[in-house]
């Protein structure tokens, strides 16, 4: 990947590659000045594999009662030998396939046919269980460790998930009730989580009722997220739609999400866990996002970035019956920072708040966070905005 950097002017023109803009403002009174540098960063074409497998190669039935789990990891097994002659892929055909957890290699493709379904298992011993992240100390939901996601990658390179909108379903009522009823052990699982990776894309998938997060890439670069369909209940618990955490160059877009929490929520580790990790999220890319979510966001910059968050571009978003259109979320202890972030050509339909800025959110990792590190925001711009029936235009609470 080359980068080149070069100032432009005000007007952005279309180009094959990705462009990040990098928002500097000075906000003396109500006027700024905006200088623009625009970094452009390109992702190579994802190549033809070599080497191809089916599913039913390696014993799948996709009865939707039969376990695939083995099938899975064996199938993937066998591909990862081909990851240095020309890369491999996994062919999922029509069936309705249950499994557990299952790993990815490189150079690889996971390629579901339009009417393949993977059904996550409700088995937890199907689930195992995984350390805390770094930058977060502990689990989302419960102290210690938690469950590995359905589909998990990390230290991978040119991986991609992707299909004719095939779908992966979560099951999540299971997770969702012990959740609200306090039976978790560990934090639930995601349905894709890729770490510590480069060279990733997950595009054309229909994901529903995942048990959390639906899509997580940490630790991450040059990461494309295109074509999602991505539902949950409105009520479900923590069902974020995409959440691009301590990652590099990241494109979400042409994406539709229905959801109980955040549809976008950038993150970047929690209080002194993510200041001590320090990885940012950085040149982030967001376009042609259409979002429902009647008590959550449609993007929302944290809680969690005491990593920081930085260079996000977001435009032509659609936002209906949901909370709020932008939400920056931070705390005492965050330390970290939100800056150079552009929002623009955003319509807003039914609306609590149009924009939104927390600095009390609270909900800390744990009491060892320090009550002098604040969070930085500064250079946020936001125009070509349009709301109806919205309650309040903005909202800012509890800034020190």
Known sequence: MELSKSLRTARVVGVVSVVVVLVLLSTNGAESRKHWVFDYFEYSAINCRAHSASLTDFGG???????NTKAFQAAIDHLSQFASDGGSQLFVPPGRWLTGSFNLTSHFTLYL?????????????????IDPLPSYGRGRDTQGGRYISLIFGTNLTDVVITGENGTIDGQ???????????????????LIEIMHSDNVQISSLTLVNSPSWNVHPVYSSNVIIQGLTITAPVTSPNTDGINPDSCTNTRIEDCYIVSGDDCIAVKSGWDEYGIAYGMPTKQLVIRRLTCISPFSATIALGSEMSGGIEDVRAE??????????????TAVGRGGYVKDIYVRSMIMKTMKWAFWMTGNYGSHADNNYDPNALPAIQGINYRDMVAENVTMAGRLEDFW
């Open 61 to 67: 039935v996709g009865d939707g009662t039969t376990s």
């Open 113 to 129: 046919h339009k009417d393949a379904v993977l059904l996550a298992s409700q088995d937890e011993h199907e689930w195992p269980v």
């Open 316 to 329: 032509d978003i659609l936002a209906i019956d949901t909370e709020s259109g932008v939400r920056i979320k």
């Open 172 to 190: 999540g009522a299971l997770w969702w009730a012990k959740f609200h009823k306090g039976e978790l052990k560990y934090t639930r699982p995601y």
